[in-house]
């Protein structure tokens, strides 16, 4: 086993943004990049070509220069293969220039990986990294997934220090990568940034905040102060948290496939009452935000993908929303829908995306046998009936509301009555949010009790009554996908701030193609919510899938969570709380040679002088699929890997 000595990095900023309430942005919002020169590269992993054995990515570079660094790649063990890649150029931020350099270089024609160099030089100083292809034929992928990569805003900065700062899970990961022979792939699953910290330190936003009437929020005027300071906003969150130790390494060396969630807009959005999701503020917050994700996560922008489609990479059904499908090696796919894009309180994906996401997985090539969703919020969670039947039950006046909280703070912590009820309530209500990976920005913000509650925040959530039929639509018609095809289908989500497996299953037919896992690997980097938050989410409710347009209350579909975690990460007995565990995390997952996939979570140590950052939980073994010609599948491959 390797022991490291743990350093806490002091190039890390702890201090709690949105703290003194607003700044000056322009002085505040100012990153530079830790290499001197530019930001990135941020290697991003398209997809590979299955017959030409091609892998197909894009680095960015972000540089205050009109002249691009120069830009050459190699196979590691070959320099003399040297060639030079091109720059594209794909936006302009003030005196920044966006870089994009298009990588399609061969796969090896056997199960053997190759690592590629690449150099970039600027102003005769190089730099390289280093990546690794997988071989055509090599079915055995290793990735990684995560998400939440920062802080919320709320969290203090000695627990910010006392966690080892953002950071700290990235190194573990970035050891992971060397110790393995290399990673083919980082999942980010959402909040890869926290914009919500704008709230509290643009000035110019603080004014629509104090605007009261929903009519005069709706149509409050968008400035061009306003599309100043948020353009600069989201510039500045992605740059500096692109930066930080840790994440940079591995978004250099690690090609990532990136999808958006709320955070990287801001906290819940797409789930507010339509006078505010709307406005022209949100609208606007929304286009820019979605603008600086299409840029840094994806390399491109909708001008772009509009103009020059590549059938490879990111697609839509409606002008809105952009979502992939990535080949991990010919025998496993991931499937990454925007859940955002088309959010509406009643509405997590439209109908017409719906229809293609099928289409497009019913005409796979039939070597596939796992498709990987990734859902930034996970479909299979524990509900806060007794959270949710209280609030459904009062009327929303104040006084009844604060009742509601009361009895929740009394389920949920020990110490409500011992404080004074408005206390009670406010540590209630911000605990309530945290088992759903919410803060409540916004209801704290804007309004308080009533306007924008509890059930609203709630919403954002696949479990939420609001979706119920969207919800048993989708994973029915996955299951129909699932059978048709002999394929199994995995769930990847983030979001929740603690770390779980879940599953659907037909308990009467427990291998079948109904079986559909639920890896929830959340957060890497942010707090985890209270321990009796997570007490409140070990119901023993029994939950059963329903069928499309029916009331039966029992069906052939069960959903729960796992008893996944027998002892905490130092040994200690977890009493009876062995489904959800709140430490930061993220999970590694490898595509099996037996037409499996294992699971594993890396959950981080009590202790920051642990000799080894994180305990491993798993594995979690995701059966073959029930497919009859899995073994002739087997014989062919033999004959083609000894011809």
């Not at 700290?168 to 083919?184: A, E, F, T």
């Not at 990287?264 to 009452?273: E, V």
């Not at 206390?423 to 308080?448: I, P």
Request: net charge negative.
């Amino acid at each position: 086993m390797s022991h490291h000595s743990v350093t806490i990095d002091f190039d890390e900023d702890y201090t709690q943004p949105g703290k003194l309430g607003p700044v000056d942005i322009n002085t505040v919002y100012r990153s530079n990049p830790s290499n001197g020169a530019y930001f990135g590269p941020y290697l991003r992993y398209i997809n590979i070509d299955l017959e030409s054995s091609t892998w197909y990515g894009s680095a960015m570079i972000v540089i205050a220069s009109n002249s691009a660094p120069i830009f050459e790649i190699h196979p590691s063990s070959d320099p003399s293969q040297m060639r030079a890649i091109a720059p594209l150029l794909v936006y302009q931020y003030k005196e920044f220039f966006f870089f994009r350099y298009n990588i399609a270089v061969p796969q090896l024609p056997s199960d053997q990986g190759q690592f590629w160099t690449y150099a970039i030089t600027n102003n005769g100083v190089t730099l390289t990294y280093q990546f690794l292809v997988a071989g055509a034929r090599d079915i055995q992928w290793r990735f990684m997934a995560f998400s939440c990569a920062d802080f919320s805003l709320g969290v203090k900065e000695e627990e910010r220090r006392e966690l080892g700062g953002v950071g700290y899970l990235w190194k573990d990961v970035m050891d992971k990568h060397r110790n393995m022979g290399g990673l083919h792939a980082i999942l980010g699953g959402g909040d890869q940034i926290y914009a919500d910290r704008m709230w509290k330190e643009i000035g110019s936003l603080q004014a629509w905040l104090q605007t009261k009437g929903k009519e005069s929020r709706k149509v409050y005027e968008w400035t061009n102060e306003l599309d100043s300071d948020v353009t600069l906003a989201y510039f500045f969150f992605y740059s500096s948290s692109f930066d930080k130790p840790g994440i940079r390494d591995c978004l250099a060396s690690i090609p990532n496939v990136f999808q958006i969630d709320d955070h990287d807009i801001f906290d819940g959005f797409g789930s507010y009452p339509e006078y505010m999701q709307q406005s022209k503020v949100f609208l606007n917050i929304g286009r820019i935000a979605f603008e600086f994700y299409m840029l840094f996560q994806h390399h491109t922008t909708v001008d772009m993908l509009k103009t020059n489609p590549d059938p490879r990479d990111l697609f839509t059904a409606t002008g809105t929303g952009w979502h992939f499908i990535r080949f991990m090696g010919p025998t496993c796919v991931v499937v990454g829908p925007d859940t955002r894009a088309e959010r509406q309180q009643k509405c997590i994906i439209g109908e017409q995306t719906h229809q293609e996401l099928y289409r497009r997985m019913e005409a796979l090539p039939h070597s596939v046998e796992h498709i990987v969703f990734m859902l930034a919020v996970p479909i299979v969670y524990p509900r806060l009936t007794m959270v949710e039947h209280i609030l459904s039950g009062v009327q929303s006046t104040k006084r009844a509301i604060n009742g509601a909280w009361n009895l929740i703070g009394k389920g949920a912590t020990k110490a409500a009555s011992l404080v004074g009820a408005e206390k009670s309530t406010n540590a209630s209500f911000q605990n309530v949010k945290k088992a759903f990976g919410k803060s409540g920005l916004m209801s704290s913000l804007v309004s308080g009790f009533g306007e924008v509650d509890l059930l609203d925040d709630l919403a954002d959530h696949w479990t939420h009554e609001n979706h119920a039929i969207e919800r048993a639509s989708f994973v029915r018609n996955l299951q129909r996908v699932a059978k048709d095809k002999g394929v199994r289908i995995t769930f990847i989500s983030g979001d929740v701030h603690c770390c779980g497996m879940g599953r659907f299953v037909n308990p009467d037919a427990p291998n079948n193609y109904q079986l559909m896992y639920q890896v929830i690997a959340s957060a890497i980097s942010n707090v985890p919510p209270p321990g009796a938050v997570i007490r409140l989410l070990h119901n023993n409710d029994k939950i059963y899938l329903p069928e499309i347009n029916s009331k039966e209350k029992v069906t052939d579909t069960k959903e729960e969570m796992i008893e996944f975690f027998d002892t905490d990460v130092d040994g200690s007995k977890l009493g009876d709380l062995h489904k959800l565990l709140p430490r930061r995390n993220y999970a590694l997952a490898q595509v099996g040679d037996n037409h499996t996939m294992t699971w594993d979570l890396y959950v981080q140590n009590a202790k920051l002088t642990d000799p080894e950052r994180t305990h491993k939980y798993g594995p979690l073994v995701v059966p073959a699929p029930e497919r009859s010609d899995l073994g002739l599948a087997d014989g062919l491959q033999q004959m083609k890997l000894s011809s």
